[in-house]
């Protein structure tokens, strides 16, 4: 491979809270353990080189006073779009900055909605949709999503249905891929859903900040390319933070084709005057949506779907008692422990702790509404991986 994906590189005292702090109270790593970080979505590799290039190269400028963004900023999502999800015909005034996705995700809405309406959701559920919902007074619908056959997770259509016409529900957050599932949509499954939100008139926000982390040979379909009437009541949200690690220096963006929502849009997210751009997010985008930032995506991705195929059949293999489905996107994977803790009489806490004191600092499941489940990180290099799985395997799931 062209980059490196394989060095281990010391965050610590990196301002990295993935690396320094356990995302559980009154557990420690033991002694002789290092930590393996495996929880909070943020990745254990650098970053694109054009991405600190293009910072440096501005922060030698000793002037950082107010600014507008460039045309090559609009232009490079453009382009970005268009190369890797196929978009066709946007332009820059369907684009709008945003500090973060969630935030992005309360101003579409505040316009769509009144405070106190109900929201569809699928469950297991990203916890930042949780927080950001219940903190502006929005009232979440769980549609469960389902297990086939294959393992594969799919959307309960006839639950959708009743849901949205027994609550009165006109509102939805759609995450494409989904997190915490790792589901890759496939297009019938997007054509379907939107299909029902047309019939009950419910407005969509679609969460796609995973979509160039697609594994294995699969495609994102954005959801606004589905048909007219999708990308017309549809709210998509994008941020390169989640495939190049950006997530510190804040910024994201939306996709808007509606006129008259994105202007309401627009003036939501500007009340609070907070909502504004740092020049140096400005330009880690344009170095990391580049012809450089490409080609090391595609690589990032092979990455990926060889550690997500490692751990699936690791723990296939070894730890009886414990079910996951193979990731199609996203690098998370969410382990459901239930038959392994009935049959041990072990509770969640203990075998999260268990884990946590070996080093393996992973994420628990339950905020996500994964009852018995936690949540994987594997974007870390292929050794460290391999070591959490024998650790886990050597001390907890034994």
């Known amino acids: 491979m062209k980059y490196n994906f394989t060095d281990l590189i010391d965050r610590n005292h990196k301002d990295a809270i993935a690396a320094e702090e356990i995302p559980y109270e009154n557990v420690q790593v033991k002694e002789g353990f290092s930590k393996i970080p495996m929880w909070v979505a943020d990745m254990s590799f650098a970053t694109v080189p054009g991405v600190p290039q293009k910072i440096i190269e501005r922060t030698s400028h000793p002037l950082y006073g107010y600014f507008n963004p460039k045309d090559e900023y609009y232009d490079a999502i453009i382009r970005w779009q268009e190369n890797r999800h196929g978009v066709q015909g946007l332009t820059r005034e369907c684009i709008g900055y945003e500090n973060g996705v969630l935030g992005g995700v309360v101003s579409a809405l505040n316009v769509y909605c009144s405070k106190g309406d109900k929201v569809l959701l699928h469950s297991p559920t990203y916890i930042g949709f949780t927080?950001?919902?219940e903190n502006n007074g929005y009232h979440i619908v769980h549609s469960p999503l389902k297990k086939d056959k294959e393992g594969i997770w799919r959307m309960d259509f006839e639950d959708m249905?009743?849901?949205?016409?027994?609550?009165?529900i006109h509102a939805t957050v759609f995450c494409s891929p989904h997190n915490p599932c790792g589901r890759v949509w496939?297009?019938?499954?997007?054509?379907k859903a939107m299909e029902l939100f047309a019939k009950y008139d419910v407005m969509v926000v679609a969460d796609e900040i995973w979509s160039d982390i697609i594994l294995d040979g699969r495609k994102h379909i954005p959801l606004q390319t589905v048909s007219e009437d999708a990308k017309m009541r549809t709210v998509a949200l994008y941020a390169p933070s989640k495939t190049f690690n950006l997530a510190g220096l804040i910024?994201?963006?939306?996709?808007?084709?509606?006129?008259?929502?994105?202007?309401?849009?627009?003036?939501?997210?500007?009340?609070?005057h907070y909502n504004s751009m740092n020049v140096l997010s400005m330009y880690a985008l344009l170095g990391a949506y580049s012809p450089e930032g490409e080609e090391w995506t595609d690589e990032l991705c092979e990455v990926l779907t060889e550690n997500i195929d490692y751990a699936y059949e690791y723990i296939t293999k070894n730890f009886e008692g414990v079910s996951?489905?193979?990731?199609?996107?996203?690098?998370?994977?969410?382990?459901?422990?239930s038959e392994w803790c009935e049959k041990h009489h072990l509770t969640i806490d203990e075998v999260q702790r268990a884990g946590v004191e070996v080093g393996v600092i992973w994420q628990d499941g339950r905020p996500f509404h994964s009852p018995c489940g936690i949540r994987m990180n594997l974007a870390l290099p292929g050794t460290m991986l391999k070591e959490a799985?024998?650790?886990?395997?050597k001390y907890v799931f034994i």
Do not use: F
């Open 389 to 393: 799985m024998e650790r886990l395997h």
């Open 131 to 133: 927080k950001s919902l």
């Open 251 to 272: 910024g994201s963006y939306h996709i808007i084709y509606n006129p008259r929502i994105r202007d309401r849009v627009r003036k939501e997210s500007s009340l609070s």
């Open 186 to 191: 496939e297009r019938w499954e997007l054509e």
């Open 161 to 168: 249905e009743k849901k949205l016409r027994d609550e009165h």
């Open 324 to 337: 996951v489905s193979k990731a199609q996107g996203t690098y998370m994977l969410l382990l459901d422990c």
